[in-house]
């Protein structure tokens, strides 16, 4: 918050961010140029803009981009089909491969989108003109940028959307139980074997490249970025998209129901 008033303060322009009412969100902060608001309590349903659609918005993206990444990794080749189930190939997202993934999504959020929820939170705007085709044009903005797998119908995309809507949040966890979980997990971990290294290299006539193989030199870039400190990864994000659609465009895409068999998704 310091950071960002002093960059207010330099650009001579004075802001206000509004605040859930939550414990942690402390108004102790000294500010120059930015003043906080902080939303009355339980009214999170009915004025908090991030709940008029943003949310919803984000975790359609952000699923859609997890579901294109596993397909991805079943056509390239890069997951063997035969000896592992969906859930085990899911199971290989980390920590970082989700951040990435949380980033990409909420780039493909419009400016317009987060303009209609504020206005659905009855926020005054500026402009209220065209509000109607507004609307229309911010929801066809984000259904364009969602990837929905062959075979896959949207009533089983939007149940795997909201699968974990009524998940609890917050527990109470002593101690012991946090280091007994963090065990196990470095325990499991230093079992895991190499045996699922991508082979997309076997080729060594270079006149094919495989899809595996780009799919795993993506990676290797986004490592080098990653070493490297790099604030933005916006192109490495386009050149993903890119090379997606073009293997879509020139294979037929494995369903969904090819490797998720006849259960649905839950």
Known sequence: MKRI????????RSIVM????????SNDTKLINVKLVFLPPNTTSLIQPIDMGIIANFKKLYRSLVLRRLVNNI????????DKKAADMARKLTVLDSLHIQREAWSKITQLTTVNCYRKASFAMAEEKNEENEDEQADSDSNTEVYV??????????????VDNDLSTEADVDLSEIVGTTQSADQEHGNCSDDDEDNGDENDAGTTVSFAAVTESLSIVRCYMEQKGCSSYEPLYELQNFVTKLNEQQSKQTTINDFFGCTRIN
């Open 5 to 12: 008033d002093s960059r207010m303060c330099s650009k001579k």
């Open 18 to 25: 509004l605040c859930d009412n939550w414990a942690a969100h």
């Open 75 to 82: 056509d390239g080749g890069t997951e063997s089909t035969s």
């Open 149 to 162: 797998p062959p075979g896959m119908s949207d009533e089983d995309f939007n149940c795997y959307m909201t």
